[in-house]
């Protein structure tokens, strides 16, 4: 079954360029003289994590993590697990948890209490996206693009059933209502 189609253009390809060069200019500021590990979470910050990358001024290193989340047995949602963990151990790394979005936050939340665990120096989080209007639990967000409404997007990661995430701009997918 094909995807529903787009609706209309969230963020267009320049403004998401744009944005990425605010946000990694405070991210250079912030680390500067040190060096930066970023992780990405797996598939979704892919794209981001690639554009922040190129326009950092801080020298940076890179791993990845993937995680698969489920319902509780209670068929409440927030329960998150490690499905490929990290390939190198960050014990005394400033961390950036690179994220596509933070929506409810359990994700996030999770990954930071995993990070911290692990005997980083410091563990922050910079999203593409934030849709705090979501929020079920609390997470410190250091760097954020943009804010977006409560709509289901795709496009720079963002997927629909692992679709769109080649598009190069945000944009809002087709609902019924
Ligand atoms: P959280 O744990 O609820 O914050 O969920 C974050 C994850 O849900 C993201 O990493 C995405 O994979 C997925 N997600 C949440 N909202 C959207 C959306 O609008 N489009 C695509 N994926 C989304
Ligand atoms: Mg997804």
Same mark, same amino acid.
């Given at each position: 079954?094909? @995807?529903?189609?787009?609706?209309?253009?969230?963020?267009? $390809?320049?403004?998401?360029?744009?944005?990425?060069?605010?946000?990694?200019?405070?991210?250079?500021?912030?680390?500067?003289?040190?060096?930066?590990?970023?992780?990405?979470?797996?598939?979704?910050?892919?794209?981001?994590?690639?554009?922040?990358?190129?326009?950092?001024?801080?020298?940076?290193?890179?791993?990845?993590? @993937?995680?698969?989340?489920?319902?509780?047995?209670?068929?409440?949602?927030?329960?998150?697990?490690? @499905?490929?963990?990290?390939?190198?151990?960050?014990?005394?790394?400033?961390?950036?948890?690179? $994220?596509?979005?933070?929506?409810?936050?359990?994700?996030?939340?999770?990954?930071?209490?995993?990070?911290?665990?692990?005997?980083?120096?410091?563990?922050?989080?910079?999203?593409?996206?934030?849709?705090?209007?979501?929020?079920?639990?609390?997470?410190?967000?250091?760097?954020?693009?943009?804010?977006?409404?409560?709509?289901?997007?795709?496009?720079?990661?963002?997927?629909?059933?692992?679709?769109?995430?080649?598009?190069?701009?945000?944009?809002?997918?087709?609902?019924?209502?």
């Amino acid at each position: 079954m094909s @995807a529903p189609p787009i609706e209309r253009i969230l963020f267009s $390809e320049q403004e998401i360029e744009q944005r990425i060069r605010e946000v990694a200019a405070e991210v250079s500021q912030r680390y500067q003289g040190r060096e930066l590990k970023l992780i990405g979470v797996l598939k979704g910050s892919v794209f981001f994590l690639t554009a922040l990358a190129h326009e950092l001024t801080v020298p940076v290193k890179i791993d990845f993590l @993937a995680i698969s989340s489920f319902a509780n047995q209670q068929g409440a949602p927030g329960m998150v697990r490690i @499905a490929k963990d990290l390939d190198e151990s960050i014990g005394g790394e400033d961390v950036l948890l690179v $994220e596509d979005i933070v929506d409810t936050g359990f994700t996030s939340r999770y990954l930071l209490q995993h990070l911290a665990a692990r005997g980083a120096n410091s563990v922050a989080i910079c999203t593409l996206l934030d849709r705090t209007s979501r929020r079920i639990v609390q997470v410190p967000v250091d760097f954020r693009c943009f804010e977006i409404p409560d709509r289901f997007v795709v496009g720079f990661g963002l997927d629909y059933k692992q679709l769109y995430r080649n598009l190069r701009c945000v944009a809002v997918l087709w609902t019924k209502d």
